[in-house]
């Protein structure tokens, strides 16, 4: 796709959808402050209508640095706030940051040249996960697994190339202003299903490791069941728009989901029923599961010996966790 070259040292807008944040903002807009790129950058917060002093926090913040602009978002939603930001942005490159990632001082620049070298739209890198507790460093390790989440290179890294999807972003303004944005009507898979937009229209997202983002997981199990759930269903609402980006992958988990509900009933009423064929023939898919599990777990262990002991008994739940959630998810999809 023929597209005008970025200038030497683009204009840079880093744009943060903000809500219920006050915690983590002034240390998130700090880090995107030190950054070493050597060109014009400016931040664009849009905050949504938060329960805690996030927009206080904002509105001072902007005060105390001109090149910190803050704009309203009064829906709250994600994909909104995103474009609420991105109109307000003067940036040739546009860079997206969640108000809780801790960015390294390296990002921006990394991103810009990229975008420069490839001639991609879009250029992103790997979702760090790193936990505190026991719970989340199993969430995060997990989260670089591909019996955890697949083999999509921001979550468990790789080889620089193009790619379906990137965590985050760094585009070209005028890609964005191609693709009209975010789809606000999808409230999670945004991402997904712009980057998918951007590919449909001639551009390239492009995946390299040397741009990476702290995330921070989930601290609670119904956390990351409901984190997953909201996943799996928004993924089945990208399918049902774009079928022609259905996979065997993302049907892993819904079919798993129901091999295992259905492998419980059968082997329950062979049970009941003193039927000792029928439920062997029924659970031979949970137990199926679980020694696939264990098996992943042992795997995952060895890969990482530093993972506290702690941290690997939550393994097996966290894994179970994620696949049935997310496969329940997509089976129930996003009523509409």
């Not at 009064?74 to 997206?96: E, W």
């Not at 390294?104 to 810009?112: F, I, L, M, S």
């Not at 049907?251 to 029923?273: D, E, H, K």
Request: a positive charge.
């Amino acid at each position: 796709m023929t597209q005008a070259p970025l200038p030497t040292l683009p204009r840079v807008s880093v744009i943060m959808p903000v809500l219920n944040e006050e915690r983590h903002l002034e240390v998130a807009v700090a880090q995107i402050l030190k950054q070493d790129y050597q060109g014009e950058l400016e931040i664009v917060m849009a905050v949504g209508p938060s329960k805690d002093r996030t927009r206080e926090v904002a509105d001072a913040l902007s005060v105390l640095h001109g090149n910190v602009i803050v704009v309203a978002n009064p829906t709250g939603k994600t994909p909104a706030g995103l474009n609420f930001a991105i109109a307000r942005a003067t940036g040739d490159v546009v860079v997206r940051v969640d108000g809780h990632a801790m960015i390294p001082t390296d990002y921006v620049t990394c991103g810009v040249s990229t975008l420069r070298e490839t001639g991609a739209d879009n250029v992103g890198g790997i979702m760090a996960a790193t936990g505190t507790s026991p719970f989340e460093e199993a969430v995060a390790r997990a989260m670089t697994s591909k019996f955890g989440v697949g083999g999509a290179a921001f979550h468990v890294g790789g080889q620089a190339g193009p790619a379906l999807t990137v965590y985050l972003g760094c585009f070209r303004a005028d890609a964005l202003a191609r693709v009209q944005g975010y789809d606000e009507t999808m409230e999670r898979a945004q991402d997904w299903e712009m980057n998918f937009r951007i590919r449909q229209t001639g551009g390239t997202v492009w995946f390299t490791p040397t741009m990476q983002v702290e995330y921070r997981p989930r601290p609670t199990v119904a956390a990351l069941a409901r984190q997953y759930h909201d996943y799996g269903r928004w993924r089945r609402e990208v399918a049902r728009r774009h079928p022609e980006t259905l996979s065997l992958r993302y049907l892993a988990a819904p079919v798993a989901a129901l091999l295992l509900i259905a492998g419980l009933v059968v082997g329950g009423i062979g049970v009941v029923g003193g039927l000792s064929w029928l439920a062997i023939l029924g659970f031979a898919m949970p137990i199926g599961y679980l020694l696939a599990n264990i098996f992943a777990c042992l795997m995952t262990v060895a890969s990482k010996p530093s993972l506290p002991i702690r941290a690997a008994l939550w393994l097996p739940t966290v894994f179970a966790t994620m696949h049935g959630a997310w496969g329940l998810g997509f089976l129930r999809g996003v009523k509409r």
